[in-house]
């Protein structure tokens, strides 16, 4: 179905555009936003999805939802970048639509906030989150792990939210010696949510990244394969929902 709404476009753009800018130097934001309006969101339809009205949005686009998160707050980022290559890869594959975000766009109180209602930017991208039908999780390694950060945001989430949540797993490093990160980690991580993790999980080297590009020819690769694997949690979803409706 498309959708011919333009001003809803704009003001999803806006919005996200718009994000927690404070601190970063003037000359900096616009092209921060430019980079924001152009790949947040990603749609197979040209329609652009306004992420605090899930309702609207389920009904205006054919296909899932795929909401990407980078515990990164660089800019430029080579995990967001990792996040996004992998959303824009998966609709491509599945049609629907994509938005990532990042630590940056969490709101400046996000660090000492307990409850999600405490920052309305961050309690926006929680919801967005929480609704999305597949999710791709990065962090950049820190010190052996994901980042403090990254897990301040999981930390928020009610146990019985992401059960059965297909993830995509991913994490970029300095070097490869914190590459099982993936495995030791985000995995068990995520695994405590009952989420359905894909089985190929990606790690990316500073080798991986060229112009803020991911570039490395097997990650690559293995990224596609790791995309692949939505094909059967999503088609599982979706005849789970068919045999609700049928009930
Ligand atoms: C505080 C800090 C700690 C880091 N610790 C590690 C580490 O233990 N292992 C590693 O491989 N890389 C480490 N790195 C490198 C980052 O993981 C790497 O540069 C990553 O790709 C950065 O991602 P970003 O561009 O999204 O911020 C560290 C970087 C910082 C700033």
Not at 199 to 215: M, W
Request: glycine residues 10%; positive net charge; hydrophobic residues 40%.
């Amino acid at each position: 179905m498309v959708n011919n709404r333009p001003s809803q476009c704009s003001r999803a753009g806006r919005r996200l555009g718009d994000r927690h800018l404070r601190g970063v130097p003037s000359s900096r934001r616009g092209e921060r936003s430019v980079h924001r309006s152009q790949a947040v969101l990603q749609t197979s339809s040209n329609v652009v999805s306004d992420i605090e009205d899930h309702r609207l949005r389920q009904s205006a686009i054919a296909g899932p939802v795929f909401v990407g998160f980078a515990g990164s707050w660089s800019q430029p980022s080579k995990t967001r970048t990792l996040v996004e290559e992998a959303a824009s890869r998966a609709v491509k594959r599945f049609a629907g639509s994509s938005h990532v975000f990042d630590i940056g766009d969490l709101g400046d109180t996000f660090g000492v906030a307990s409850r999600p209602q405490q920052s309305p930017a961050l309690d926006r991208q929680l919801k967005a989150f929480l609704a999305a039908d597949a999710l791709i999780v990065a962090s950049p390694v820190f010190k052996g792990s994901y980042t403090g950060l990254f897990k301040h945001f999981i930390d928020l989430i009610d146990p019985d939210r992401l059960r059965n949540k297909p993830v995509l797993l991913a994490a970029t490093g300095g070097g490869h010696r914190h590459s099982l990160v993936v495995e030791h980690q985000l995995r068990p991580l995520f695994g405590f949510f009952e989420c359905r993790t894909l089985a190929t999980g990606i790690y990316a080297g500073p080798e991986d990244f060229a112009d803020g590009r991911l570039v490395g020819a097997e990650t690559s690769e293995r990224l596609d394969r790791a995309v692949e694997q939505f094909a059967d949690h999503l088609a599982a979803a979706a005849t789970g929902s068919a045999h609700r409706i049928g009930r």
